[in-house]
């Protein structure tokens, strides 16, 4: 990788990355504060079990994000495995420079082992961009109802630019990363006069060719290799240093969202937080899972599409909610804990829920959860608190008693 860079650049890189990885520890360090503040949950359980179920939960064609959105689902596996790829490609890289060479004068990177390697690295590099592609084009040009938050999901402590910059920020780092590393790499195999049979790049050796037929000098393709590889590395260390602080932290809450959800969820209510009957209000009031949750949504909307109660007009809407709480836990909004139930919401909204969990069955990470947040004061004749679940001091009565008058649900 560093073979033929001048010795500054591989002191400089080095260094960066160090600081990458020291911002990346300091964000992850900023989120689990808020889960050790938050209620334990007993989700350490066959561990084995849940890994393995999150992993099936994400394999190719099961992936839940394939249901109800075919489009974003192959978009999202695409980019999915190319970066998984990409990033297994780059640790075998520096193992070959910074190990084996280095401490044993050795490199497995040789013959069809190195075609082989180049081969995938760019066949999953094209496929990386073809999804992101796919994502822009889905979110610039053919925005479903789903992705327009500003018409009736805008959170009340998260501001509608702060959503959509990040939105594309994130895709914008990973476009990027994705481009500048093939067009180093067409520039670089320009310089060193490979051919497909020497380096089986079919992206990278068609650049190259496009390079060679402007007829510029080596000299300036190598110094242009120079200046786009900095661009990618950089790109890449900044993409790691922004995960924890973004949307992208959901490469690792979601997979947690996944694993510890609580598969029984349509069955029974989690048991009461406290016996006060005002509701949750503070981080130490949610589980450690249920911040998971929070932090693992995307905000693709698919729980706000099949909720009943939002469909039929009731004032909830379970992205919204999520959207809120997730805000107020990373804080923003105001500085003072205010409860849920008639603080960050109405008591209207949370008792618009039906309890029915199609957003959580819907949600490609198994993050949405309206009921979560609910108090026991219930704003209509009749209320009685979820059977279960939080006492409202009346006698635990069935559904019908205490939904909403015309609600959906039952
Ligand atoms: S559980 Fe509540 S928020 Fe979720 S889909 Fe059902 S009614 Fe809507
Ligand atoms: S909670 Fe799930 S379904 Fe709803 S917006 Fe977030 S990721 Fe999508």
Known sequence: MFDAFPEWVKITFYSLAALSVALFVLGAWLRARRYLKARKSGR?????????????????FRSRIWRRDMYAGIAHDLILWGFVVLFIGTVILTIDEEVTKLFFSFSFLRGTIYLVYSFFLDLFGILFLIGLGMMIVRRAFRRSSRLRYEEDAVPQAASMSQIILGDWIFLGLLVVVGLTGFIAEGFRIHVDGTTFAQEWSPLGVGLASLVGATGISTAASWDIHLGFWWVHAL????????????????????????????????????APVSMEPSGLSQISDFSWVQLTHLDACIRCGRCEEVCPAYLSGLPISPRKLILELSARFRGMGPEKPMPVAGGMFSQEMLWACGTCIACMEACPLQAGRARAAHSGDAPVPGGAGLPGQEPSGGPRQPRKVWQLP????E
């Open 44 to 60: 350490f359980d066959h561990l084995a079990g849940r890994f393995a179920a999150a992993v099936r939960k994400l394999t190719l």
């Open 235 to 270: 790109g890449a260390l900044g993409f790691i240093a922004y995960i924890p602080f973004s949307k992208a932290f959901h490469i690792l809450a979601g997979f947690g969202s996944l694993m510890f959800s609580d598969e029984k969820a349509g069955r029974r209510l989690e």
């Open 406 to 409: 015309g609600g959906a649900g």
